[in-house]
């Protein structure tokens, strides 16, 4: 809506709080003409809904991705060049060969391997979900207490992502009570945490 147009909006309330100043049909048209502008107002509202939404949705992931390069330039204290180019030569076998016996042997070995890598904690978080049972538990909290402040490259953390599967895995299980421990986590620690789609993690949760 204009800009142009508020004045002659405040100029019909006015009338309206002044129906001596009025006839009759003149206050029914006046009111018709506001009802007419409210509802042009609450259609615009709605049409830059969609707008607003991807706008914070990406704000949120650019935020992330922030803090994401920041904890992998860490790295760079810890490791030589050399030795970070085989802790993401290792990793990439993973993204390659995803679910392979191949992809957890290099999983394993980054982890042995490189125990304060940022993508030691995405290491974890992956063999987390190709396991099952105690053994996928036992990588999600492996995630949870030692590499929660690990980040995938598009914003993703992994000790609120490992929470978020989790809880999934404790909701598959009949165990609601362990599902809602690891989701409150994410809503009062990761308030801005992220999937890998870029959607906030606390929207994604049950209520």
Known sequence: MKTDKLPSIFFTAWLL???ALCSASELDELKARVAALEARLTSLVKSLQPSIAKAKTEQLRAAQQLRARKRMRQDSTNYTRDELRSI???YQVANKQWG???AR???????QKYGKANRTG???LYLGQMSHGKEKIQHLQHAIE???DCFYGDGVQVGAYARFL???DYLSHNQPRKAKKRFDEIRDQYPDAIDHRGNSLVALLPE
Do not use: D, K, N, Y
Request: proline share 4%; aromatic share 4%; net charge negative.
């Open 17 to 19: 709080a002044s129906p």
């Open 88 to 90: 993401e030569s290792l």
């Open 100 to 102: 392979t016996e191949q």
């Open 105 to 111: 042997e290099s999983l394993r070995t980054l982890v």
């Open 122 to 124: 995405c290491a974890i």
């Open 146 to 148: 030692q590499f929660g």
């Open 166 to 168: 989790l809880g999934q």
